[in-house]
Nanobody
Framework: QVKLVESGGGSAQAGGSLRLSCAASEDTFSSYSLGWFRQAPGEEREFVAAMNWRGDGIYYADSVKGRFTISRDNAKNAGYLQMTSLRPEDTAVYFC?????????????????WGQGTQVTVSS
């Protein structure tokens, strides 16, 4: 099964930017949908963004719409989350996930494979 590894997390000032990457272990990554979720301390994991296997179906949580951009490069078996205009409330562990190819969904149960997460901390 595909293994996912996130990277690119770190610290940023409010208003700054970070780019997260999700590296997949298999060339079959191109046949999976891609999702990004996050979990803040003491909170449930929540949906951030999703993209289908072809990249032509995209869905964002209202809280990040206009600030975050999801993308993928199937030739590199990688997915990305470009985060701009960061806010302290964006502080969380960010997870990438892979699911069936046509999925563009905001619920965790649609995704079968998960990375271990990367910490993002935004200070005011």
């Amino acid at each position: 099964q595909v293994k996912l590894v996130e990277s690119g997390g770190g610290s940023a000032q409010a208003g700054g930017s970070l780019r997260l990457s999700c590296a997949a272990s298999e060339d079959t990554f191109s046949s999976y949908s891609l999702g990004w979720f996050r979990q803040a301390p003491g909170e449930e994991r929540e949906f951030v963004a999703a993209m289908n296997w072809r990249g032509d179906g995209i869905y964002y949580a209202d809280s990040v719409k206009g600030r975050f951009t999801i993308s993928r490069d199937n030739a590199k078996n990688a997915g990305y989350l470009q985060m701009t205009s960061l806010r302290p409330e964006d502080t969380a562990v960010y997870f990438c996930a892979a699911g069936p190819p046509g999925v563009v969904a905001g619920t965790e149960d649609k995704y079968d494979h998960w990375g271990q997460g990367t910490q993002v901390t935004v200070s005011s």
